[in-house]
């Protein structure tokens, strides 16, 4: 336990100084955390036997990093997937080790981790940010921590045992419940008065309902490799992909929600 708290507080320390500092600093911590995550996706997948093409994930986050930081129209970050599944598909035919399952794995890569931390990226940059990082991991970290308490104190209906045997849906409900609470709790806060009420609730709900979605799309993934972590990379929390699942699904969600009530426009 000591060795998660601390690990965890190094993380905060961290990831904080760069999403506060400037720009650049955010773009290049969500770009090294998705390089990360693609690298342990790829290493993973070998224990199936599968071999994608981890570079064509690599180069892809890459350049979605500099159309961020370059402010890059939407018709850009549209070319460059469509480029990156290009790729991904020619993969396997020029690499045949990586064959066609590994060019579909890699196509996989593409979507999931690497189109999500490029939209991390892009919203980095955008005039909502603080907002959106706010509401997007406020609501997932409460929702998580609620869904725990509650899934142990009344949890008796499983989700997906198949999946993920100990999420219940009356944790799911405690902490989406505990997800409203804190989106009253930022209205009320004199933080971000161009936020409503109903935003507030709306954006907090939807974003940790789709972080639970969030977890459990991993934890398929998880399952399906055979591994619990997917790496040993932060002592007593796993690998980068397991902290960044719930956020990958969260804090686009966030940004959506506020996008379309008029904010950033």
């Known amino acids: 336990m000591k060795k998660r708290v601390i690990s965890a507080a190094v ?131 409460v929702c998580d921590s609620f869904a725990l308490f509650g899934g142990i104190r009344f949890g008796k209906h499983k989700v997906a045992p198949q999946v993920s045997p100990k999420k219940t849906w009356e944790g799911c409900l405690c902490g989406a419940a505990a997800s409203l609470a804190a989106g009253f709790v930022l209205w009320l806060l004199p933080v971000f008065p161009e936020v409503n009420l109903v935003t507030a609730l709306a954006t907090s709900l939807i974003a940790s309902s789709l972080g639970q979605i969030g977890d459990l799309a991993e934890s398929l993934i998880k399952r399906m490799i055979g591994v619990k972590d997917f790496s040993n990379l932060i002592p007593g929390h796993g690998g980068m992909f397991d902290r960044a699942d719930s956020l990958l699904f969260s804090i686009p969600a966030a940004y959506i929600c506020l996008h379309v009530a008029g904010l950033g426009m």
């Open 11 to 141: 993380l905060l320390i961290v990831a904080g100084l760069c999403i506060f500092l400037s720009d650049v600093t955010r773009v290049l911590f969500f770009g090294a955390a998705g390089l990360l995550c693609a690298y342990e996706l790829s290493r993973n997948l070998e224990k199936l036997e599968v071999y994608c093409c981890a570079w064509v994930m690599y180069v892809f986050t890459c350049a979605m990093a500099v159309l961020a930081l370059c402010h890059a129209s939407p018709t850009a970050y549209l070319a460059c997937f469509t480029l990156g599944v290009f790729l991904s598909l020619f993969s396997g035919i020029l690499h045949s080790k990586v064959s066609g399952s590994g060019a579909l794995y890699t196509l996989a890569g593409l979507a999931y981790p690497c189109f999500l931390f490029g939209m991390l990226m892009m919203i980095s940059v955008s005039e909502i940010w603080l907002v959106t990082l706010t509401f997007g991991c406020i609501s997932t970290w």
